[in-house]
């Protein structure tokens, strides 16, 4: 190692900056250590723009409140914690290891079908969500949620996921009487496949109900496509998220749409409730 460092020694300071660019934040983090040289050129501008997103001015200027910072390297940092953006209706973040972007759509940048009928849903605050409202379904009888995004706002050639963020109330009901359909769908692709919308800690309640509507589950199990029935996960912030499929972020700009729907049961269901919809690297 102190062979290599005293090699760099001998570069100029652009040029060892342009060398640590090509790296990865992580890298530049550790490359600190090294010496007080290399510290001097891990902690430049040129590195640690390379690291944000190319369009982060934008980003900058679309958050809610401001983005206070005297350095490329600690705006890195302030990105990585989140913020949001477009009236508080989305939510941005980086990867601290890497830089690669997540966003997630509030309920207010989903389609819901008849979100604007007091009769079916209600949008109130509160504390467990990072945005000002979340959307509560109080009764409905066809359930559906869309959203898009377009690839040229994510990180290139990466991978991602999509995920719908809820919780369901202890009042929830006809929320598993058949499987949901989801599906995510590009310009060269489209995938298919079902969910249950089980909240783990009303599992025992849930199981019963499904017992006792058994014969006419079964019936309306039949209407909807077969899939692998994916239930929702515990997030670390106290939600729960369905997957709602992959794709691939190439160089080319595209439009990725999200869908999640149960229309085929006609039962009246309600207790569901919706913060957005995640879009982050796996």
Request: aromatic letters at 8%; proline letters at 4%.
């Amino acid at each position: 190692m102190a062979g290599c460092t005293l090699e760099l020694n001998m570069l100029p300071e652009d040029c060892v900056c342009t060398i640590l660019s090509l790296t990865s934040p992580l890298d530049a983090c550790r490359s600190v250590l090294a010496s007080s040289f290399l510290r001097s050129a891990a902690d430049s501008d040129i590195v640690w723009e390379k690291f944000l997103p190319f369009d982060y001015q934008n980003i900058v200027a679309r958050s809610i409140t401001p983005v206070n910072f005297s350095s490329k390297k600690e705006l890195f940092f302030a990105l990585c914690d989140s913020i949001l953006l477009d009236s508080g209706n989305k939510s941005f973040a980086i990867e601290k290891s890497c830089g690669r972007i997540s966003y997630l759509l509030s309920a207010r940048e989903l389609f819901i079908s008849q979100s604007n009928e007091p009769m079916h849903w209600t949008w109130k605050s509160t504390p467990q969500s990072r945005f000002s409202e979340v959307a509560e379904l109080k009764t409905i009888s066809r359930l559906e949620i869309q959203a898009k995004i377009n690839t040229q706002i994510l990180s290139p050639n990466t991978k991602y996921g999509a995920y719908l963020i809820i919780k369901i109330s202890d009042r929830a009901f006809g929320l598993n009487s058949i499987p949901l359909e989801i599906s995510l769908e590009t310009s060269d692709r489209v995938c298919y496949n079902t969910a249950y919308l089980h909240d783990q800690r009303n599992y025992e309640k849930q199981h019963m109900a499904m017992l006792f509507y058994n014969n006419r589950t079964q019936m309306l199990k039949e209407r909807v496509s077969e899939g692998h029935g994916r239930i929702p996960e515990e997030r670390e912030d106290g939600w729960m998220e369905i997957e709602l499929g992959e794709f691939f972020s190439n160089e080319r700009d595209k439009e990725v749409k999200m869908r999640l729907m149960e229309v085929k049961g006609l039962q009246l269901k309600g207790g569901l409730i919706i913060e957005g919809i995640e879009v982050r690297p796996i």
